[in-house]
């Protein structure tokens, strides 16, 4: 009897230091990436300083991803592919790695290697929230608009935590006519994510595509009082102020943006379209 209880003993110890090894191990993992992305986030994502931070973590989700996205911007497609077939040869089991390829092929107008890998991608990592979400991107893409209405109501039902299902989804059933489900959509996406301002940001942008000023000013007044500190409200605001001829009412408002946000590009841009359309400059 005391034989067995010292092996029970013995083997809960062994599941005990498994078991923290592994959460430690883990939050190491995690940690790193957080200290990772703070050092090339000072250093403005530059080339040279991402590429010394890969040399010493290869296999960093953080840093391929900005390597591969300083291609991007650079619109330097068959760069960008290299360094995603790279991502992918230190990280064959990373979707991020996969998805990151798919982009690349896809740019540098291999449309249809593209288009084979997301297929495989699909059936390979159902689990995966950026390959269905992929995947059902690639329909609108196409323009098969109903195609993309089916996805993105699969990923809504498969990851109801995903709320470029709710949002993007949306937009594919606006695009089919189904103006009342568009909305329906996103009115019950804002109980599911009350954080995500994109949400409220969209709902607005539904009611502007059917060309209603009031709602629409209506919808950007609610999301400037839920999200005071998203720029986009009050351009929104603003734009719609504009196109309804109430010009003082859209300088106040721009001009409460500026004092909120200093110095923010899409604001000062907002104010110059602003002047222009004002005859100030």
């Given at each position: 009897m005391t034989i067995w209880i010292?092996?029970?003993?013995?083997?809960?110890?062994?599941?005990?230091?498994?078991?923290?090894v592994r959460f430690f191990k883990k939050n190491?993992?995690?940690?790193?990436?957080?200290?990772?992305?703070?050092k090339v986030s000072v250093a403005a994502w530059?080339?040279?300083?991402?590429?010394?931070?890969?040399e010493q973590h290869p296999a960093s989700l953080v840093l391929n991803r900005q390597y591969i996205t300083n291609a991007?911007?650079?619109?330097?497609?068959?760069?960008?592919?290299?360094?995603?077939?790279?991502?992918r040869a230190r990280r064959p089991h990373s979707a991020a790695a996969q998805i990151a390829?798919?982009?690349?092929?896809?740019?540098?107008?291999?449309?249809?290697?593209?288009?084979?890998?997301?297929?495989?991608?699909?059936?390979?990592?159902?689990?995966?929230?950026?390959?269905?979400?992929e995947w059902a991107r690639d329909a609108g893409r196409r323009q098969d608009w109903a195609e993309a209405t089916h996805r993105f109501a699969k990923l809504r039902r498969r990851f109801p935590q995903a709320a470029e299902g709710y949002i993007e989804g949306s937009r594919a059933l606006l695009r089919t006519g189904h103006d009342g489900a568009a909305e329906t959509l996103l009115e019950h996406s804002k109980g599911c994510f009350p954080k995500v301002h994109y949400i409220?940001?969209?709902?607005?942008?539904?009611?502007?595509?059917?060309?209603?000023?009031?709602?629409?000013?209506?919808?950007?007044?609610?999301?400037?009082?839920?999200?005071?500190?998203?720029?986009?409200?009050?351009?929104?605001?603003?734009?719609?102020?504009?196109?309804?001829?109430?010009?003082?009412?859209?300088?106040?408002?721009?001009a409460q943006a500026r004092d909120f946000f200093p110095g923010n590009a899409t604001i000062l841009a907002a104010v110059a379209t602003l002047n222009a359309q004002s005859g100030e400059s």
């Amino acid at each position: 009897m005391t034989i067995w209880i010292s092996i029970i003993s013995f083997l809960i110890w062994v599941v005990v230091i498994y078991s923290g090894v592994r959460f430690f191990k883990k939050n190491s993992k995690e940690q790193l990436e957080v200290s990772l992305k703070f050092k090339v986030s000072v250093a403005a994502w530059s080339d040279r300083y991402v590429e010394s931070l890969l040399e010493q973590h290869p296999a960093s989700l953080v840093l391929n991803r900005q390597y591969i996205t300083n291609a991007a911007d650079r619109q330097d497609w068959p760069e960008m592919l290299r360094r995603a077939e790279q991502f992918r040869a230190r990280r064959p089991h990373s979707a991020a790695a996969q998805i990151a390829c798919v982009i690349a092929l896809r740019h540098s107008g291999r449309e249809a290697e593209a288009t084979k890998l997301l297929r495989r991608l699909v059936w390979r990592l159902p689990r995966s929230i950026e390959v269905q979400l992929e995947w059902a991107r690639d329909a609108g893409r196409r323009q098969d608009w109903a195609e993309a209405t089916h996805r993105f109501a699969k990923l809504r039902r498969r990851f109801p935590q995903a709320a470029e299902g709710y949002i993007e989804g949306s937009r594919a059933l606006l695009r089919t006519g189904h103006d009342g489900a568009a909305e329906t959509l996103l009115e019950h996406s804002k109980g599911c994510f009350p954080k995500v301002h994109y949400i409220w940001q969209e709902a607005a942008q539904l009611v502007e595509s059917q060309g209603d000023g009031e709602k629409a000013l209506a919808r950007w007044a609610e999301m400037r009082e839920r999200f005071p500190n998203t720029p986009e409200g009050y351009i929104g605001g603003a734009t719609w102020l504009m196109r309804l001829g109430r010009r003082e009412e859209a300088a106040e408002l721009i001009a409460q943006a500026r004092d909120f946000f200093p110095g923010n590009a899409t604001i000062l841009a907002a104010v110059a379209t602003l002047n222009a359309q004002s005859g100030e400059s």
